[in-house]
């Protein structure tokens, strides 16, 4: 018998763990690979097909749509951090995980999220230098430029998403070894640690309220600016016009910020009014749903990308 994660019973450091899914469910669960198998696959085709485009087409070599293929890249790697184990799980019930395999998955979720929440206010500060100072965009915005910036964002996420293993890692005797979801989250795994888990749980807070926030704070700023800007614009059509070259931007904001947003105050506040199955659920939803919806977003709101997929099509179909 697996001990659960309330157990009395210690165990030494395992080699591995074992993730349940959602156990509520139980057979039940199986059913969800029809929900989040064809979000996965839809992250795989879309994201490919973005990058794929923005390589092969000098027109979008330019600094937004390198943005945006930076945005497909960390989508790509940040759904094939959970899909894969996750569908398993699903599909198939409990799985073992070895332990640093645990805390790889961990580090690479948690880095790819603070880089794709970073990638988004770059992309925030991009539009408001496009819309506030048009005839220096060019000057100010380079490809060199978005290239530190990819970099440093990166650079960062490592940085500041290394203490979570790390701070695991540090723990030698665990409640259990049944990690009661469909991946490697960290506080799931703290959950079981024993030990003082303050320094875990206070890292883990301050870190999405300083990313998050942060990065929440300047998506802000910046549309507050354009705002400004598009306000002052003399004709309707104008304004409608710049307002309609940030539109995509916002869709992917929503997309992103408001399940991540649902499953933190989730997890934070509502240990006693949620299901934890909901808990698990969320999560899920907050990593998977961004990378599937993005590119349909970009692909249906973009006429440069819009018009090179219709393009790409019709060539091929009058091959045949």
């Known amino acids: 018998m697996v001990e659960g994660p309330h157990s009395n019973s210690t165990f030494p450091r395992p080699t591995f763990f074992i993730l349940t899914g959602i156990p509520e469910l139980g057979a039940a669960q199986a059913w969800l690979t029809l929900v989040f198998g064809p979000m996965y696959l839809l992250a795989l085709l879309g994201n490919g097909a973005l990058l794929t485009l923005v390589q092969i087409d000098s027109t979008l070599q330019q600094p937004m749509f390198l943005l945006l293929a930076t945005l497909a890249a960390t989508d790509l790697g940040l759904a094939t951090s959970i899909a894969p184990g996750l569908l398993a799980v699903l599909w198939l019930g409990p799985r073992p995980v070895p ?33 506030g100072r048009p005839l220096h965009y060019p000057l100010l915005v380079t490809k060199a430029r978005v290239g530190y910036a990819a970099l440093a964002l990166a650079l960062k996420a490592v ?60 998506i802000t700023s910046s549309y507050g600016l354009i705002a400004h800007t598009v306000l002052q614009l003399p004709t309707r059509e104008a304004r409608a016009k710049a307002f309609g070259t940030c539109s995509s931007h916002i869709c992917v904001i929503l ?66």
């Open 99 to 131: 332990y640093g395999a645990c805390l790889v998955q961990m580090f690479f979720v948690h880095a790819l999220t603070a880089v794709e929440s970073g990638v988004l206010l770059a992309m925030a500060c991009d539009r408001a230098v496009a819309v």
């Open 159 to 218: 940085a500041i998403v290394v203490p979570f293993p790390l701070l695991v890692a540090r723990f030698e005797h665990f409640r259990a070894k049944t990690i009661d979801h469909a991946y490697c989250a960290h506080m799931a795994v703290v959950e079981l640690v024993v030990g003082n888990t303050r320094a875990n749980n206070l890292y883990g807070l301050a870190l999405s309220l300083a990313v998050s926030g942060v990065d929440i704070l300047g």
């Open 255 to 320: 997309a992103f910020y408001v399940p991540g947003l649902f499953s933190y105050l989730t997890h934070r506040f509502g240990h006693h009014t949620v299901p934890k199955p909901v808990h698990i659920l969320l999560s899920n939803i907050y990593l998977l749903l961004p990378p599937a919806l993005n590119p349909l977003i970009y692909g249906v709101r973009t006429k440069q990308i819009r018009d090179r997929l219709l393009e790409t099509f019709t060539f091929r179909k009058s091959q045949f």
